[in-house]
């Protein structure tokens, strides 16, 4: 099992930054990718970004240029740096981690509890 705690979010002003932490505890064999999305009221989960353990990192287009996703494997730690928030990027944030429970099983998702990230004047 992975237990995900994340922190870093609240409310911001349009054109502020934000950055959110999440650390991945347990008993795994290795974490392949860990990641963010986001749900906005009425809206589906979308992913945000990702990384995996190797560096390898993949955002969405409404974000590309203002998010940067980075991770300390050796903490098992993901952050997004939030620069130049809208208001349409309010939303709850949930971490996300792919990992595999041994070398030989298959990868499981495991997710955060989610933090509130708001973006208002």
């Known amino acids: 099992q992975v237990q995900l705690v994340e922190s870093g979010g609240g409310l911001v002003q349009p054109g502020g930054s934000l950055r959110l932490s999440c650390a991945a505890s347990?008993?795994?064999?290795?974490?392949?990718?860990m990641g963010w999305y986001r749900q906005a009221p009425g809206k589906q989960r979308e992913l945000v970004a990702a990384?995996?353990?190797?560096?390898?990192?993949n955002y969405a287009d409404s974000v590309k240029g203002r998010f940067t996703i980075s991770r300390d494997n050796a903490k098992n730690t993901v952050y997004l740096q939030m620069n130049s928030l809208k208001p349409e990027d309010t939303a709850v944030y949930y971490c996300?981690?792919?990992?595999?429970?041994?070398?030989?099983?298959?990868?499981?998702?495991?997710w955060g509890q989610g933090t509130q990230v708001s973006v208002s004047s």
């Open positions: 996300n981690a792919a990992a595999k429970r041994n070398y030989f099983s298959s990868l499981y998702d495991f």
């Open positions: 347990g008993t795994f064999f290795s974490i392949n990718v």
């Open positions: 990384i995996t353990s190797g560096g390898s990192t």
